[in-house]
């Protein structure tokens, strides 16, 4: 079954830090993944996807289908990159448009 | 135009009302989703739409009623919800086609308290 896993609900880091959110994946076919992001009182966005291989935000993630990983990070964290995170999971109804399945979700703080 | 606009931002409704949720997107997408998010929890689908026809169904209850008029249009009509179905229901649009895989444009969401 697909499913991601987010193992942590909080994860506090000071300014300047270094920051990884974790995320694991299960599913049989070829994933696509990606990571969204809520800011306080904003809809939810798409930060970044597999596929494209940027960073945004000075954030980057990479897939390990070794590892079933898309762990996110950045090597700096500020102030404003305070938010809920979410990695998500694209998979398809035999090639139809597919289902976007989220994690749980984590709650980045980053203190002054 | 490159939001998803939900109406209305919060409703309030007792378990015989009928009322709806209301999506509009200008930005071309064929492909519109509601999901579904309790407080604390992520979203959770409810239904996707492709080229405004319903192509996912993820099992919900027939008192959650989708309706796709148009391509930039999309309601969840409200009939006899129980106290738990209160919720943020948000509504989603991307562009879509076979295989196609890509970024979801989330609207704020309709927050629905049903008493």
């Known amino acids: 079954a697909q499913r991601v896993t987010q193992p942590e609900k909080l994860l506090s880091v000071f300014k300047g830090a270094p920051v990884e959110l974790k995320c694991n994946y299960s599913y049989s076919g070829s994933p696509e993944l990606f990571w969204y992001v809520q800011y306080s009182r904003q809809r939810l966005q798409l930060l970044l996807r597999h596929i494209s291989r940027e960073s945004i935000k000075g954030f980057t993630a990479d897939l390990n289908k070794g590892e079933t990983s898309f762990h996110l990070k950045k090597p700096f964290a500020q102030e404003e990159d305070s938010a809920m995170y979410y990695c998500a999971l694209m998979w398809n109804y035999g090639g139809s448009q597919g289902n976007l399945i989220f994690g749980k979700g984590t709650k980045l703080s980053v203190k002054p | 135009d490159t939001e998803v606009t939900q109406t209305p931002k919060h409703l309030v409704m007792g378990m015989t009302n009928k009322k709806s949720l209301k999506c509009e997107q200008h930005?071309?997408?064929?492909?519109m989703y509601w999901y579904k998010q309790k407080a604390k929890k992520p979203p959770e689908l409810m239904f996707v739409y492709s080229y405004e026809k319903l192509s996912i169904n993820e099992s919900v209850p027939s008192r959650f009623s989708p309706e796709c008029p148009n391509s930039s249009l999309l309601n969840l009509h409200l009939h006899a919800l129980q106290p738990e179905d209160s919720a943020l229901y948000l509504c989603?649009?991307?562009?879509?086609?076979?295989?196609?895989?890509?970024?979801?444009?989330f609207g704020e969401g309709s927050r629905l308290t049903v008493l």
């Open positions: 930005m071309g997408h064929r492909a």
């Open positions: 989603a649009s991307s562009r879509s086609g076979q295989g196609e895989t890509g970024e979801l444009f």
